[in-house]
């Protein structure tokens, strides 16, 4: 079965820093995986999604993510926090299989950007 | 363009009284979700329909019911609410697209309960 595991559930970085996030996945197969966001109080919002297309995959307010098969991982990054990036961040991966459009998310990992 | 619409925003119950979530999506999608989220531990799945007419357990279905009311509108009912379901729910919406499709999904406000 898929899952995603995410390092750390509260990362605190100062406005202008390298924002990393990490997410490592378990799948026996090429999964689909996503970044989602959310801010405080609103629903998830889709920050950049990775298809096998291409593994850099570049996503929405300056985000990227880089798909690495030998080590599991899709980190998110984003070269300079902006106050505005403060929110929660969750690794989804999709299972396949029965069911196949289902989502796994991870547990979450909240960002804060110190001015 | 609305997106996902859930109602209410706030409910507070007390222990043993029922209720019931509404979520339409205005999307044409195909597939809708019912998550639920609680600190520390993600979202987890209530009860999805992969299309109209089906509804399947998710990873924690205890507890709710679900009816796929038709394409548009997916409820969640809770028959006799426990200080257990207090939690922020989430409604979600997808196309769909199979097996080679990523079927991202677009998500809803939120419905935040408490169980008294």
């Known amino acids: 079965a898929q899952s995603v595991t995410q390092l750390g559930s509260h990362v605190s970085v100062s406005e202008g820093a390298l924002v990393l996030l990490r997410c490592n996945y378990s799948?026996?197969?090429?999964?689909?995986l996503f970044w989602y966001v959310q801010y405080p109080n609103q629903g998830l919002q889709l920050l950049l999604k990775?298809?096998?297309?291409?593994?850099l995959v570049k996503g929405i307010n300056g985000f990227e993510a880089e798909f690495k098969k030998s080590e599991t991982s899709f980190h998110l990054t984003k070269p300079s926090a902006h106050m505005s990036d403060a929110a929660e961040y969750f690794c989804?991966?999709?299972?396949?299989?029965?069911?196949?459009?289902?989502?796994?998310f991870g547990k979450g990992t909240k960002l804060s950007v110190i001015p | 363009n609305a997106g996902v619409t859930q109602t209410p925003k706030f409910q507070v119950l007390k222990t043993g009284q029922s209720m019931t979530l509404q979520c339409a999506q205005d999307?044409?999608?195909?597939?809708m979700y019912w998550y639920r989220q609680d600190p520390g531990m993600g979202l987890r799945l209530i009860y999805y329909s992969a299309s109209e007419g089906t509804t399947d357990k998710g990873e924690v279905p205890n507890g709710y019911n679900v009816s796929r009311l038709n394409k548009r509108e997916f409820s969640l009912r809770l028959e006799s609410a426990a200080p257990s379901q207090t939690s922020v729910y989430f409604c979600?919406?997808?196309?769909?697209?199979?097996?080679?499709?990523?079927?991202?999904?677009?998500f809803g406000a939120g419905s935040r309960l408490t169980v008294l």
């Open positions: 989804a991966v999709r299972r396949t299989g029965a069911g196949s459009y289902q989502l796994t």
């Open positions: 799948s026996s197969v090429p999964p689909y």
């Open positions: 999307m044409n999608h195909n597939s």
């Open positions: 979600a919406s997808s196309e769909n697209q199979g097996e080679t499709g990523a079927n991202v999904l677009t």
């Open positions: 990775y298809t096998s297309a291409a593994t």
